[in-house]
């Protein structure tokens, strides 16, 4: 019977702190799963260009690239393009990444405000228009990588922003009010108040366990509670056959 009381009380209390956490989770739940993922990450937003080919003798050989760069060894390199032309892509052997025309062999990078401004405007196709640009050192949570990065706004209801690497000369991350509300139950989902980025964290693996032996409990207590009132019914129904005799 002690047992019995202490498990209530312990159920009752342990419900009570975990209770609104597990409503978050419902919570965040519904909203991840009420707006597709295509629209939080802005994807119905973006411009479709068709990738113009390129003949290869009008293409700089990569040991040339790399010699713009005073470069004599590389890490990696991609022939891609920016602004609809052919641009080689080349990482040094210390991260860093350079942008070289290739068909100049002029260098490119950094990129700077009107050409970063020319490729957030080509990337967007969304129903409002070009807001402002600005070179970001340290960049907000919401971008969740190291700077410095321009980021360009537009002035649609969303209010859509795009950064662009100044290193790479490409968008690498779309956010919108959508993406932040989104982002806001994701954080409350997962128990992350920082960036939204680490799910194996030990508050959120205690208060799982935590809502679990609520769930165990609360199913044990259910079965006592049942048994008791099949016991009292049985006993009912025992006397009331007695009394009819």
Known sequence: MTFLKWL?????????IVGLQIVLWILGGVV???????IVRGEHKIAEHN?????????????????????????SA???????????????????VAIVDARSGEVLSPVGEERAKKIAERDYNGS????????????PSEYN???????ASFDDRDKTTIYVDPLKGEVTARR????????????LHIMDYDDGADFNHPLLITAAG????????GFILLIIKLRRSLIVWSKCRKNSQTFSD
């Not at 993406?179 to 954080?187: A, E, G, M, S």
């Open 32 to 38: 991840m799963s009420a707006i597709p993922i295509e």
């Open 128 to 139: 409002g228009n070009f807001n402002s640009i600005a070179l970001i050192e340290t960049p």
């Open 78 to 96: 991609s022939l891609g393009e920016m602004l609809g032309e052919p641009v080689w892509r080349i990482e040094m052997k210390d991260g860093a």
């Open 51 to 75: 990738v113009q080919s390129v003949a290869i003798d009008e293409v700089l050989p990569l040991a040339d690239a790399a010699k713009t760069l005073g470069a004599t060894t590389i890490s």
């Open 176 to 187: 919108s009010e959508t993406w932040r509300f989104y982002d806001f139950f994701w954080k």
């Open 8 to 16: 209530v009380r312990i159920h009752k209390w342990v419900a009570l």
């Open 210 to 217: 935590t809502a679990i032996f609520v769930a165990l409990s």
């Open 145 to 151: 990588k190291p700077g410095p990065v321009w980021r």
